[in-house]
């Protein structure tokens, strides 16, 4: 009877122990942490390799509102460098432009109707003060009409890979601001939306092929046309730059964005100490629900906190390094019968500081042998880097961490005498294989 009520009692105690180890959860793995963003979406990038150091919701298209200027401005340096554009020519203001940019409500440079400007004036206004009005002039003065901007932007999207988005205009505003002149093809309430995960890489491919975009970008406070009287000052919408009420030390760019719809937006990037990152938000809202600047400029220091606090750029694979047990390849007809292989070059990566000893070599050759002759560089497989436990975001770009494996010197091909005794050498040593296992066979 007691052995009975002892077994009971024991049981008792034990079942609400289970019961909380089933709602305890277990140290979380880096693509699994949670840094409490009340955001719809967010990501953060490094800037230099595209690779992904948080990510939350990042693949749901939301709306973009001004961060799409990031492709118009794109675009933009594209016709620059291509001369079919200069920052000199000059853009005569039409209805449309006019009309646009007397709306005050959105944020814009006022226009004369009689007026023309510079393209170089009108970028400064669209990149420092997100003017819609002088983004339409540029997309104009690069297509003919926003409506054939529009297939440019598609047709860059697609080059660099973007997917889950809708352009239907080039400045990010809702159809509905635009008077009813909305690009042929486009509905009167449409919005530009993307993926956190798609702006991150469009703000990636910007600043790898034009990081001059950062000069304009970087400059808190402009006057448009100082000295005449068209002269307005420009403040830029991104108040984390130095001087202004959010300053964040290393932030140098990129763009905001904020219409009812995408509620507050930004695009960040920020460098310290040769790193440089890029943090997107979308929809940022403050713990009461409340979509403010603060809001999204919060948001935006708490990932730029999280990756230069938490990462760094770790060496994975050091230089001439070869996989143990694997450090030669075999070579026929060789004056040698083997060469050394290792990798061509070294890898490095962001990764969190305490993780480094999780990621690991894996040799994937392509070649089990080489025939002579052979040059010393010759590609004979790979090394990618694995997480050997949880997760990981993985690239921008979806690449793999991997790296050429190479032969490390030449080999010559062995004369014509020594080709005789290796093929005799051969003969006798298949022929013996051949001896032993039909003996074998006989026993077995």
């Known amino acids: 009877m007691k052995t009975v009520r002892k077994t009971s009692l024991i049981s008792a105690l034990l079942i609400p122990i289970l019961l909380l180890s089933m709602f305890v959860s277990t140290p979380q793995t880096s693509a699994e942490t949670d840094l409490g963003l009340n955001v719809g979406a967010a990501i953060l990038i490094d800037a230099d390799s595209g690779k992904i150091l948080y990510e939350q919701n990042a693949d749901t298209p939301l709306g973009i509102a001004s961060m799409t200027k990031m492709m118009t401005e794109y675009i933009l340096l594209d016709a620059i460098k291509a001369g079919t554009v200069t920052w000199d020519q000059e853009y005569r203001v039409n209805e449309y432009t006019y009309k646009l940019s007397q709306n005050r409500a959105l944020s814009n440079v006022p226009l004369r109707a009689d007026g ?27 297509a003919g009409t926003e409506t054939e901007f529009l297939k440019l932007m598609n047709k860059k999207a697609e080059e660099i890979g973007l997917e889950g988005y809708k352009f239907v205009n080039t400045t990010g505003l809702n159809n509905s601001s635009l008077m009813g002149m909305h690009p ?86 920020a460098e310290r100490n040769g790193t440089r990152l890029i943090a997107v938000v979308m929809n940022a809202v403050d713990s009461n629900g409340v979509g403010s600047y603060k809001a999204r400029f919060d948001a935006t220091a708490k990932l730029f906190d999280y990756g230069f606090g938490q990462f760094s750029k770790q060496e994975i694979v050091p230089a001439d390094f070869a996989v143990e047990g694997k450090e030669t390849i075999e070579v026929i007809k060789g004056k040698e019968k083997e060469v050394e292989i290792a990798v061509k070059e070294p890898i490095s990566m962001m990764v969190k500081s305490s ?55 030449d080999v010559e091909r062995a004369g014509f005498i020594s080709l005789f005794f290796q093929g005799i050498g051969n003969f006798f040593s298949n022929l013996w294989g051949g001896i032993t296992g039909f003996v074998g066979g006989l026993f077995s």
């Open 116 to 142: 023309t400007y510079t393209i170089r004036e009108l970028y400064e206004a669209m990149v420092i003060y997100s003017a819609n009005a002088a983004t339409v002039a540029i997309a104009e003065t690069v």
């Open 184 to 269: 042929v093809g486009t509905g009167e309430e449409d919005e530009n939306v993307m993926p956190a995960r798609a702006v991150a890489k469009l703000a990636y491919h910007l600043l790898k092929d034009y990081p001059e975009v950062l000069e304009t970008a970087s400059i808190p406070k402009k006057i448009f046309r100082e000295g005449t009287d068209d002269a307005i000052h420009m403040a830029n919408w991104n108040f984390m730059l130095p001087g202004l009420v959010y300053e964040y030390e290393g932030v140098d760019g990129l763009k905001t964005g904020t219409t009812e719809l995408a509620g507050f937006c930004f695009t960040g990037t």
């Open 355 to 409: 993780e480094k000893d999780l990621y690991k070599p894996k040799l994937l050759l392509e070649k089990e042998s080489l025939e002579a002759e052979v040059e010393k560089g010759t590609v004979v497989g790979k090394v990618v880097v694995e997480r050997s436990e949880g997760s990981d975001y993985g690239f921008i770009d979806g690449k793999e961490i991997a790296v050429d494996v190479v032969t490390t010197s």
